[in-house]
C-alpha cells in the first residue's frame, strides 16, 4: 500500500511561525473531542501533542473518517497551520498556539482499547505495565529517561573519542571465571558438556587489549550476573566500560571528572566543579560509616573509644574490651523531631545491621534524657558531651559494636537522620572519589581471603613487603567514584607483571594449577609486554536514574526485567522443546 500522506513536521514543532502553511503529521490519537461538528484530536508523536481539528464543512470525508477513529489509532493528517482562536491558546502546550486544520487524512493502523493508557493512567499495575511495555514505553516519563540514556552515551563517546579511545567491542560467549556474582551459562552445541558464560564484566579482554597496545579502550556494554536481585539491580546491565595504558590515578580521574562535566552540562545544562574531592577508604568510614557516603550533608561519625575508656557502664566497657568500637553521632537540632517512636525506629533500624541497640541521648530544655546516662561519672558525661559538641537541642546516637557493625549501622542511622530532619539538598551534586581500598577482604564462611574489587587490582605501591605477615592491612589502587550517596563507578590500576599476579592468586588461595586452568590466558599475556594499565566502569543505569531522578532501575531500561529476572513481555525464560535440548546433548533432572 503507498502512502499518500508524506509527513513533513513532527507533533512537536509547529508553532506561530508556521502559520498558513501546509503540513502533514502522522501520530498516535492521544485524545479525541467532539464539539458539535467539529473533532479535535490531539496528535502525538515523541516530540509533543499538536491539535488537528475536522471540520465536515472543509472535507466531509475525512470527518468522515474520523467519526471511526479511536484512541491509539495511527494516523496521519494533511492540512494547513493556523492561529488558535482568541482565548483557546494553551500556554501549557509547546504546539498551544496553533492548530492544524485538516483536509485530508490516512488512518495507518487500528489500535484495540489498550488495556491502560501510557499517557495517563499514572497507577497501573506494574506487572501490567511491564507486560505492555510498548504502551508504558509512550509516557512522558520513559520517553524522557531513554533520551536522556542516549544523551549520556553519546557524551560518553563523544569526550572519549576526543581523547583518542576507540569502541572495541568485545566476546558475550566467554569463559567462566567466577570471580564475583555466579555467571550466566550458555551450553554448547559443538562442544557438548563444555559451556560459555554471558560476561560479568569485560574485564579481562579489556586488560588484554592493552597487551595488545590498543593504549585507549571503551566500550558500552552489557553485563550478566546472576544475582538475586535488590531494587536497583538487573540480571542485564550497562557499564561504561574503559582501560588505559600509561596512566595513573590521578590522570584517569581527570579525565573521568570531564566525561562527567560535560554530561552535566550537555544533558541537564548544570555546571559541576571539577577536581573532585578525594577520601581515603578509612577516611569515609571513619567519618561515614561507609564507603559511597553522601556528602551533601554533615552528621559525622564521633569514635568515644578514648574518651569512654575505663567506663564503668559493662556494656560499653565489655565492647571496648573485645576489640569493638563505641562511636556516635551529634544529630543537631533535632531533639523536638526525634520522638521516642522515631528513636525505636532508629533503634531497629540499626539492628537490621547487626547492632544490639542504639543507645541515646537528648538534651532538651537544659536537662539531659537518656536511659544511659545513669551509668556515667558526671567528668565522663561532660567529656563525651563535648567531644560531640552536644549543645541543648541536640540528639546524641551511639552504636557499640564490632567496627564493621558500628560502622554499617550508624552509616544508615546518618541517613534516615537526614531525611527525617530534612537536611538533604536534592538540588546538590556532590561526586567524591574513595581511594585505597583494602585489597582484600577475609571471607568467614570460605574461611579464605577474596578480592575486594577483583584479583586484578594492584596493591598499593610497598605494601606487599611491610604488610607480609598482615595481607588484610595491604591498600589497593581500587577507586570508587560516588554520587550523592551512590557508588556510580569502580575501577582500579591494575596488576600488570605475571609474578605479582600470581602472587595475588596465592593470596586468594588459588593455586597454581586452579590458576592456569582458570586464568592462563591473562598469565600468557602478562608474559609478552604488559604495559602498566588501569581503568573503570560507571554503571550507565545507575547513573542514568541519578540524572533522571527516576526510582527504580526499571525506569531507565526500555525492556527491563523483573526482581525474578523474568521478561514480562517476552515470558523469557522459557521451556525449550526437547529437541532444542537434545542437540545440546542436555537432560533436565525431573527429580
Ligand atoms: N570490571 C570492573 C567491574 O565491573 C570495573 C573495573 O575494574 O574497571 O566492577
Known amino acids: 500500500m503507498t502512502r499518500q500522506l508524506r509527513r513533513t513536521h513532527n507533533c512537536g514543532e509547529l508553532s506561530d511561525k508556521n502559520i498558513e502553511e501546509s503540513v502533514t503529521l502522522c501520530g498516535w490519537v492521544h485524545t479525541r473531542r467532539d464539539h458539535g461538528g467539529l473533532i479535535f484530536i490531539d496528535l502525538w508523536d515523541k516530540e509533543g501533542l499538536t491539535q488537528v481539528v475536522l471540520n465536515p464543512q472543509i472535507d466531509s470525508l475525512a470527518h468522515q473518517h474520523a467519526q471511526s477513529l479511536r484512541g491509539n489509532y495511527v494516523m496521519a493528517v ?30 495507518l493502523n487500528r489500535s484495540k482499547t ?27 516519563r520513559l520517553q524522557n529517561n531513554l533520551k536522556i540514556r542516549y544523551q549520556i552515551t553519546r557524551v560518553v563517546r563523544q569526550v572519549l573519542h576526543q581523547h583518542g579511545f576507540i569502541e572495541v567491542e568485545t566476546p558475550m560467549l566467554t569463559k567462566s571465571t567466577p570471580e564475583g556474582a555466579r555467571d550466566y551459562l550458555v551450553p554448547s552445541r559443538l562442544n557438548p558438556k563444555t559451556f560459555f558464560a554471558l560476561p560479568q564484566s569485560p574485564q579481562l579482554f579489556k586488560q588484554i587489549l592493552m597487551v595488545a597496545g590498543m593504549d585507549r579502550y571503551f566500550q558500552i556494554v552489557k553485563c550478566f550476573r546472576d544475582e538475586d536481585l535488590r531494587n536497583d539491580r538487573q540480571p542485564e546491565f550497562t557499564q561504561i566500560d574503559m582501560e588505559m595504558s600509561f596512566i595513573d590515578e590521578e590522570q584517569l580521574f581527570r579525565l573521568a571528572e ?28 571513619d567519618r561515614f560509616g561507609s564507603d559511597k557516603p553522601d556528602l551533601r550533608f554533615g552528621l559525622e561519625l564521633v569514635d568515644l573509644g578514648d574518651v569512654i575508656q575505663g567506663t564503668s557502664f559493662k556494656v560499653f566497657a565489655d565492647v571496648l574490651k573485645k576489640g569493638g568500637q563505641i562511636r556516635a553521632i551529634n544529630i543537631k537540632n533535632s531533639a523536638e523531631i526525634l520522638s521516642r517512636k522515631a528513636l525505636d525506629d532508629l533503634t531497629e533500624l540499626a539492628k537490621t545491621y547487626g547492632a544490639k541497640g542504639m543507645a541515646w541521648i537528648k538534651m532538651q530544655k537544659g536537662e539531659l534524657q537518656s536511659p544511659i546516662i545513669k551509668f556515667f561519672e558526671k567528668d565522663m558525661l561532660d567529656h563525651m558531651i563535648a567531644t560531640l559538641k552536644g549543645e541543648d537541642g541536640d540528639t546524641i546516637v551511639f552504636i557499640a559494636d564490632k567496627p564493621k557493625i558500628v560502622a554499617d549501622a550508624l552509616a544508615h542511622i546518618r541517613l534516615a537522620a537526614a531525611k527525617l530532619l530534612g537536611l538533604i539538598d536534592e538540588k546538590k551534586i556532590n561526586f567524591a572519589w574513595i581511594t585505597e581500598f583494602p585489597l582484600l577482604e577475609y571471607n568467614d564462611e570460605e574461611k579464605r581471603f577474596t578480592a575486594m574489587h577483583h584479583p586484578f587490582t594492584a596493591p598499593k605501591e610497598g605494601d606487599w613487603e611491610q604488610f607480609a605477615d ?17 557508588e556510580i563507578a569502580g575501577g582500579s590500576i591494575r596488576i600488570h607483571q605475571k609474578e605479582v599476579q600470581e602472587k595475588m592468586f596465592n593470596l586468594l588461595g588459588i593455586g597454581q594449577k586452579e590458576a592456569e586452568l582458570k586464568f592462563g590466558f591473562l598469565l600468557d599475556a602478562l608474559q609478552f609486554g604488559a604495559p602498566p594499565h588501569g581503568g573503570i566502569a560507571f554503571g550507565l543505569d545507575r547513573l542514568t536514574m541519578l540524572l533522571t531522578g527516576a526510582d527504580s532501575i526499571r525506569d531507565v531500561i526500555a525492556f527491563p526485567k523483573t526482581q525474578k529476572a523474568t521478561c514480562l513481555m517476552t515470558q523469557a525464560p522459557s521451556e525449550i522443546d526437547l529437541k532444542q535440548l537434545k542437540e545440546l546433548k542436555l537432560k533436565y533432572d525431573l527429580s
Open 258 to 285: 570531564e566525561m562527567m562535566q560535560t554530561i552535566y552540562k550537555e544533558v541537564l545544562g548544570i555546571a559541576i566543579a571539577t577536581p573532585f574531592p578525594i577520601l581515603t577508604y578509612r577516611e569515609a568510614i
Open 78 to 107: 494533511h492540512g494547513k497551520v493556523r492561529s488558535r482562536p482568541e482565548g483557546m491558546a494553551n500556554a501549557k502546550m509547546k504546539t498551544g498556539a496553533i492548530e492544524v486544520y485538516v483536509d485530508d487524512l490516512e488512518i
Open 114 to 140: 489498550p488495556p491502560f493508557s501510557g499517557w495517563e493512567d499514572e497507577d497501573v499495575a506494574e506487572v501490567l505495565r511491564l507486560k505492555n511495555r510498548y504502551l508504558d514505553l509512550r509516557s512522558d
Open 470 to 486: 598482615s595481607p588484610e592491612k595491604i591498600s589497593s589502587r581500587a577507586y570508587d567514584l560516588v554520587l550523592n550517596g551512590n
